[in-house]
């Protein structure tokens, strides 16, 4: 599997008027296409940083390639950022919400349009494309959200807790949702969370970070029956192992 995005000794370091903080130290690690990985760490530990590194908002000491070369201020655009609130504009209609990046791109093609209306039709949504968001539920907005990132059909999504501002059942199967969603359309995704169980029934590896300066600690490779969606990994007999792993990882954090 070829290498989409390769991180090597990246340091980061938040300048201010008091002095100086550093953020992040020595990550190194590579993406492959079609991979999912999520990064954990306690609160402080640079993980959104490293988000805002990886699309070019911030810019470190080490190196950086996307694609095969050193990142560049254009890669953004084959980039989707899904935050924690979907921050979806309520006098646009779902349909219109899904289609604003296209038009921002001024990619407003029929071909573009026809596959945003496909989208909303696979994915639950096509009977409340008329409606406006404040109609919707948390977690189809956030369908909605995930819906008008992949119209764009970027190489990469970055998901800086996403699901964290539901409820825990509406977490649950929102997370079950978008991490099918994102295996059915074959996307490379990195997801910083402070969940656990959100990161072992998601991603491929896990990538466990120290406290501030954040480190890797450890990188584990997680593996399940791939037919399985991520609410059903939860029950796998292998979870509880993988669970335990991390939770050492953070108990040597502390």
Known sequence: MCS??????????????????????NISFTLSNGEFVAIVGPSGCGKSTLLSLICGLLVPSGSISFMGHPLQSKDILNMGYM???DHLLEWR?????VQLGLEIQHKMTPENLAYASRLLETYGLADFAA????????????RAALIRTL???PELLLLDEPFSALDYQTRLNV???IGTILRQEHKTAILVTHDLSEAISMGDRVIVLSHRPGTIRSIIPISFDPGLTPLEKRNDSHF???FNLIWKEFNQNE
């Open 83 to 85: 935050l924690q609130k």
């Open 4 to 25: 989409i995005l390769e991180l090597s000794n990246i340091d980061y370091i938040y300048h201010t008027k008091d002095g100086e903080t550093k953020a992040l130290s």
């Open 151 to 153: 119209v764009l059909r």
């Open 93 to 97: 209609t779902i349909a219109s919400n």
């Open 175 to 177: 997370s079950n949702d």
């Open 240 to 242: 509880k192992s993988y």
């Open 131 to 142: 409606k406006r968001p404040s109609e919707l539920s948390g977690g189809m907005r956030q």
